[in-house]
């Protein structure tokens, strides 16, 4: 039988990546801890570490209002301990591009008390898993 707080955590999860894609990102807000940390890799337009809920909130609306179409739709869910990966499928089409960014990476967050209190995006699925202790989850 699963663990309650596993079920828990991923479904806050599936609530936040749906208010992100559908662009209400503050539905979002409830499953954040206060002090959140937002660590968005270099490489990535936004990267950068984003602290609290207006940092975050207002990084995730910046982020989203790039987007002509198109969603960030997690694949599948490797809990470890405290921490939940979420490996990833972006499709998206920027506003003014006629290319789509087709990408599978990786958001590990981490919980405490129920809430999200870190969240680190990893380009490298492996190295999300890596630096989330799982080994061998590809």
């Known amino acids: ?36 940390e937002r660590v ?29 179409e198109g969603s960030c739709a997690p694949e599948r869910f490797v809990v470890a301990g405290e921490k939940v990966v979420a490996l990833l499928h972006v499709h998206v089409r920027l506003k003014n591009a006629t290319e789509w960014i087709d ?4 958001d590990v967050f981490t919980f405490r008390d129920g ?4 969240m680190r995006t990893f380009a490298d699925r492996r190295l999300a898993l890596e630096w989330a202790g799982v080994s061998g989850a590809v």
């Open 115 to 118: 809430k999200v209190v870190q």
């Open 103 to 106: 990408a599978r990476i990786a």
């Open 1 to 36: 039988m699963p663990d309650s707080n596993i079920s828990s955590e991923i479904k806050a999860l599936e609530a936040i990546y749906s208010a992100i894609n559908r662009g209400d990102i503050s539905a979002a807000l409830p499953f954040l801890d206060p002090e959140i």
């Open 40 to 68: 968005e890799p270099p490489g990535f337009p936004t990267s950068g570490v984003y602290r609290g809920h207006a940092d975050v909130l207002a990084h995730w609306s910046q982020g989203r209002s790039t987007w002509a």
